[in-house]
């Protein structure tokens, strides 16, 4: 099986209202519950705002870090699935049920395999 990493899109922005956010929370945790019954589960986890970033970088011979996000956007990676699938259309058909239930972005993305340069 080949590994993929699911990363979620969301705005900037106010979090939903708590009643439609613990029904996204709960068809979530249903979702997360078949990966795993599935086999097909590594890890997941959400992040804080993209206030919190820092980023790192090596440019001219020093270090530099800097507060926020890497690039600017109206959006940012706000969580993420570590899987396994047997393809991209396996890894596509997790991403769908999972942008259905929070309306946001899914981008799907292989890893590379340890023997791919």
Do not use: C
């Amino acid at each position: 099986m080949k590994q993929y990493l699911l990363s979620m899109y969301q705005p900037e922005g106010p979090i939903p209202p708590p009643e439609i956010l613990a029904k996204v929370m709960r068809d979530l945790d249903a979702i997360n519950q078949e990966i795993k019954a599935a086999g097909s589960w590594v890890f997941s986890g959400g992040l804080h705002p993209a206030s919190t970033a820092t980023v790192v970088r090596y440019s001219g011979g020093e270090l530099l870090t800097t507060d926020g996000p890497f690039a600017e956007g109206k959006e940012h990676i706000g969580g993420f699935w570590i899987i396994n699938a047997e393809d991209l259309d396996a890894a596509l058909g997790w991403s769908r049920r999972i942008t259905q239930v929070t309306t946001l972005p899914i981008e799907v993305r292989p890893f590379q395999d340890r023997t791919e340069g």
